[in-house]
């Protein structure tokens, strides 16, 4: 916000010459935002510097004098000194003047205010910058200070509303970006992230300090020792002060720490090292994603500051013989039912993307030692069946339906209390139809509006085995149901209306967990336990379909993809491009960990439309997308029923898809079920099928990919839009897309 956006105040009185106040009148001056500035500093040097160099109009030697008719007061003092400030300035106060402070400690400032200025004052607003420097004073002032960085309000109940807006413009003015929350918990998070690590490093610098061999220590200490004990070098009179306003959280803090770091000790001391591998891997992952924890969100939550595009040109084939990542299905599983395993679990292949990432994390916050993941190798080493424990906050599983629909299952049977949330993709889908068959198994389960996420599980439930009829093909709902069934009393079975993936059950067996299978119906005992295994993760199928289809459809591909999982109850996509005229080879069959694995060789063929059969939808479900774009390369028409489920996905796919492609020059509608496409391909394999255009993704990664594929057979640049998602389930796609024969750029922005 600037002046030109509307936002000018008249006159401000800045209380402290120092960085913090100095600056952030210098950026709203330099913005064209203000238009006279009063000082007061107990240093008459600065107040004379300040006017000097054009930060302020005026000054005074007094409070009263320098807060009169100002209608903002910026106090940028000492803790300590607030309540005196107070004091002083009160008989200066107009009744339209609203005041703000910059303080790292917010409950001591509000204690103040009410005793000075009185409980129903309401035109203070606490603040606290978070940004800084290693110079101070007036010469250090600096108008971009604050750019992109956090400002924290912690108005209470009685603030002014008027006021809220006024400081808030005020720091959007100059670019900052503002957060609120309340004052305890302001209090609480600052203790953690900024006292407690400068208290420790003034001690541990104490510490070797007093030590007789001290000049050896500093003279060997390296670049680690002094990047953390650079913080010791700020003012120990600000620190001092900092420490005793927020004594209660400070110590509380402290406590923690202490009882935490004597925990690590005596894990040291008794060669516990799968403790102490614990606690450094947790620390490893959490320093890697150390600004999304310092924004409270989550390890694996995406990036998205900038906007991802991808530039599609048109033309070309592809080649090669190349492995797609692996199959986010088994990766998700196989970090559950390691954990909840009986011994040390070895997974390769691993997918690492935000999906996957997102189940594991979600353990790693409930007690369990994960290492890795390293070049898609995970080392778990599981707790039993009992052993997780609660996490500290609300689980994040980012955009992954399958981590929230199955950890539902598994959370109803713990002893503790669970909230799990999602980004604005996921907190959009339905999560009744899990919640529904938990709560005939006797669990306490609540929800959003809707059925929507968030969703709680709460603990100390017995629950019960039963039967359940799913009222859709949903392999996530049957898996959820069969979890909770590891820990409900008697048998817990499961009968769907039609085949769905079953990896949950075959990884059950390869744990060692009794599975029966008769038809359509699933059936466990609870009282088992899990021993673990080691898994070989295949390569994802949904994956490799995009290049199956691209393949299809531009003339003279030829590719292999290597070591892909062909589980029957996932190979619609390659029954229904068969059906439709590819030319798809099945290669080296075997079976890895109970799954079984292929190469898959396809080379491009010309395409017919079909009526697809609707006992290959629920297993071709998530390929769908990429099945659009062939069958608009397709001669005739392509009929798609029986598909509903797709229009509860990261998106509504059909829609989405049926949207781009008419945005591309291609005859499709939607029903309620599926869509209807009118294939381009009469004209043969040489003729484009798709204009140029925008694609509008709606973040989802499945709808991104497929119109990738599409610029194989377009006469112009596709530009499609927010591909950020593309990460949660192909890490490395445009890579290898580019590899293989397309011509793909990103942009940001």
Not at 50 to 58: E, F, K, M, S
Not at 295 to 320: C, E, F, I, Q, W
Not at 340 to 351: D, H, I, P, R, W
Not at 410 to 421: T, W
Request: charged content about 20%; some cysteine; glycine content about 10%.
């Amino acid at each position: 916000m600037s002046a030109e956006a509307g936002f000018y105040i008249p006159r401000i009185a800045v209380i402290g010459l120092g960085l913090i106040g100095c600056s952030w009148v210098k950026g709203l001056r330099a913005r064209g935002c203000l238009q006279h500035v009063t000082g007061y500093d107990r240093n008459l040097d600065s107040m004379q510097e300040a006017l000097r160099v054009g930060l302020i109009d005026d000054f005074s030697t007094e409070l009263t004098s320098a807060v009169k008719d100002a209608d903002l007061v910026i106090i940028s003092v000492p803790i300590l000194a607030v309540r005196q400030v107070l004091e002083d300035l009160k008989p200066g106060l107009s009744s339209h003047t609203v005041l703000t402070d910059v303080g790292s400690v917010k409950g001591s400032v509000l204690r103040d205010v009410q005793a000075v200025l009185g409980k129903d004052f309401t035109k203070f607003v606490l603040g606290h910058p978070i940004a800084g420097s290693e110079r101070s004073g007036v010469q250090a002032a600096d108008e971009n200070l604050y750019v992109r960085h956090k400002v924290i309000l912690t108005p209470t109940a009685g603030t002014d509303p008027q006021a809220l807006a006024l400081v808030k413009d005020a720091w959007q003015a100059v670019d900052a970006d503002i957060e609120e929350m309340s004052v305890s918990h302001h209090d609480e998070v600052l203790a953690a992230t900024s006292h407690l690590p400068h208290l420790l490093a003034y001690s541990l610098v104490d510490t070797l300090a007093n030590r007789h061999e001290n000049k050896e220590i500093f003279n060997y200490a390296a670049g680690g020792f002094r990047d953390f004990t650079r913080i010791a070098a700020s003012s120990p009179v600000m620190w001092r002060d900092i420490f005793s306003a927020n004594k209660e959280q400070v110590l509380k803090t402290l406590d923690l720490f202490s009882h935490d770091l004597a925990f690590l000790r005596s894990a040291i001391e008794q060669e516990d090292t799968t403790t102490v591998m614990g606690v450094l891997t947790r620390a490893k992952v959490a320093r890697d994603h150390f600004s999304k924890i310092l924004a409270r969100r989550a390890y694996v939550d995406p990036m998205k500051t900038a906007s991802v595009n991808y530039l599609a040109a048109p033309g070309g084939a592809l080649s090669g013989s190349f492995r797609v990542p692996g199959d986010k299905s088994i990766s998700h599983r196989s970090i559950m039912l390691g954990s909840l395993a009986n011994g040390t679990t070895e997974v390769s292949g691993f997918l690492e993307g935000e999906d996957s990432l997102a189940t594991l994390q979600a353990f790693r916050d409930m007690g369990v030692v994960i290492e890795g993941p390293h070049r898609g190798r995970v080392t778990i080493h599981g707790v039993g069946l009992h052993g997780l424990q609660a996490p500290p906050n609300t689980l994040y599983v980012g955009n992954s339906g399958t981590s929230m629909r199955l950890l539902a299952g598994l959370m109803a049977g713990q002893s503790f209390d669970v909230e799990m949330s999602g980004d604005e993709s996921l907190s959009k889908r339905p999560m009744g139809r899990v919640a529904d068959p938990l709560r005939l198994m006797g669990a306490k389960v609540d929800t959003a509006e809707g059925g929507r996420p968030p969703i709680k599980v709460y603990g100390a439930n017995q629950l019960k085995g039963i039967h359940y009829d799913l009222p859709m093909a949903s392999a996530q709902v049957k898996s959820c149901v069969l979890l909770a069934g590891l820990y409900a009393q008697g048998e817990t079975s499961v009968t769907e209306p039609a085949p769905t993936r079953d990896h949950t059950e075959r990884m059950l067996k390869g744990f060692g967990y009794k599975v029966e299978v008769d038809g359509s119906t699933v059936r466990i005992q609870s009282g088992g336990e899990l021993t673990a295994t080691s898994i070989d993760v295949p390569s994802d199928i949904s994956s490799a379909a995009f290049y199956m289809v691209g393949a299809s459809i531009a003339e003279g591909s030829d590719i292999t993809l290597e070591h892909v999982g062909i589980n029957p109850t996932r190979i619609g996509v390659i029954n229904i491009l068969k059906a439709m005229g590819g030319n798809i080879e099945i290669l080296n069959e075997r079976e890895v960990g109970g799954e079984p694995v292929a190469d898959i060789r396809v080379r491009s063929a010309q395409l017919k439309g079909i009526h697809i059969p609707e006992d290959q939808v629920p297993l071709a479900i998530d390929e769908f997308p990429a099945l659009f774009i062939a069958a608009a390369c397709a001669e005739g028409e392509t009929v798609l029923t029986g598909a509903e489920e797709l229009r509860v996905k990261e998106s509504d796919r059909i829609q989405a898809m049926v949207d781009g492609l008419v945005t591309l020059g291609v005859d499709a509608r939607g029903t309620d079920d599926g869509a209807r496409i009118q294939g381009k391909g009469s004209q043969g394999m040489n003729t484009a099928v798709f204009g140029e255009g925008d694609i509008v993704t709606h973040h989802d990664h499945r709808i991104a990919m497929s119109f990738a594929m599409a610029s194989l057979r377009g006469c112009g640049t596709i530009r499609i839009l927010d591909c950020a998602n593309v990460a949660t389930s192909f890490p490395g796609f445009i890579e290898l897309a580019n590899n293989a024969g397309l011509n793909i750029r990103v942009s940001e922005g």
